[in-house]
């Protein structure tokens, strides 16, 4: 089932359960999807664009908590990371730092990359290959530990 559909139905259950937080959440999520399809027009939403609209706007309620956090702003900080675990849960699994060093181990292997020149050969085939499985900032970080 596509996440379009996976989320009109997870609005209609939150609906039902009056569940606000969620029902903002998924509704935003699918304002985006509206609105990527309407900037394509009407051309269905690829499963790597979905992945990409989600993982976009966890980062932002993560940026947004890290900010009400500083200042001091508790009330706002709640509702976004209650956003933004709401969002997370259509997101693919996320791997942990033993799974993604393994995967990178593989990719530098695959590539034959053996020092930090090598880089952006890593990140190019990590990136499409760990879409969705783990953020940008993540696979880099990792993809310079191993490679120093």
Not at 100 to 115: N, P, R, V
């Amino acid at each position: 089932m596509s996440l379009e559909l996976t989320i009109n139905e997870a609005i209609k259950t939150a609906m039902r359960a009056k569940d606000k937080v969620a029902l903002d959440s998924l509704r935003a999520v699918k304002s985006q999807i509206q609105l990527l399809k309407t900037e394509s027009l009407g051309a269905e939403v690829s499963p790597e664009q979905e992945i990409a609209i989600l993982q976009r706007m966890v980062k932002q309620r993560k940026d947004s908590f890290n900010q009400f956090s500083a200042q001091g702003r508790n009330d706002l900080a709640e509702v976004e990371e209650a956003q933004m675990k709401v969002i997370e849960q259509f997101l693919p699994k996320q791997f942990s730092a033993e799974e993604l060093e393994a995967e990178i181990k593989a990719i530098i292997a695959e590539t034959g990359a053996e020092s930090m020149k090598d880089l952006g050969k890593v990140m190019g085939v990590a990136s499409k290959n760990l879409v969705g499985k783990s953020d940008g900032k993540s696979i880099s970080e990792m993809a310079k530990k191993l490679l120093s």
